[in-house]
């Protein structure tokens, strides 16, 4: 069963920096996309920045683009988020995610319901 650790979260003014961290364990087979999703009070989730494992390649929502950076650690299966840059509206609840065991193309990497573990959560509050 695979668990997952997500860490970073917290209050920064704006133009401030956070880096969120996405630890998964346990789990059986490789992942072949992982992203970060996020999610305001009374709105969707969102897709915010994904990565396709393998090759490194990488996308990012309009809204971030150039200020926030996926990345993900050579040897473990922890996701990073670095986040620069920051405006009152990156404020919400942000979640990580990692589709485990199944191939992944370039219509499922934006596809929340492709993911199959997600993160608990945190919390990014961005004041004006």
């Known amino acids: 069963q695979v668990q997952v650790m997500e860490s970073g979260g917290g209050s920064v003014q704006a133009g401030g920096s956070l880096r969120l961290s996405c630890e998964f364990t346990?789990?059986?087979?490789?992942?072949?996309?992982m992203g970060w999703f996020r999610q305001i009070p009374g709105k969707e989730r969102e897709g915010v920045a994904v990565i396709f494992t393998s090759t490194g390649s990488v996308s990012y929502a309009d809204s971030v683009k150039g200020r926030f950076t996926i990345s993900q650690a050579k040897y473990t299966r922890t996701l990073y988020l670095q986040m620069d840059s920051l405006k009152p509206e990156d404020t919400a609840m942000y979640y990580c995610?990692?589709?485990?065991?199944?191939?992944?193309?370039?219509?499922?990497?934006?596809?929340?319901?492709?993911?199959?573990?997600w993160g608990q959560g945190t919390q990014v509050t961005v004041s004006s």
């Open positions: 346990g789990a059986t087979y490789n992942s072949n996309c």
């Open positions: 995610a990692a589709r485990f065991g199944r191939l992944c193309g370039a219509d499922d990497i934006w596809t929340q319901g492709r993911y199959n573990n």
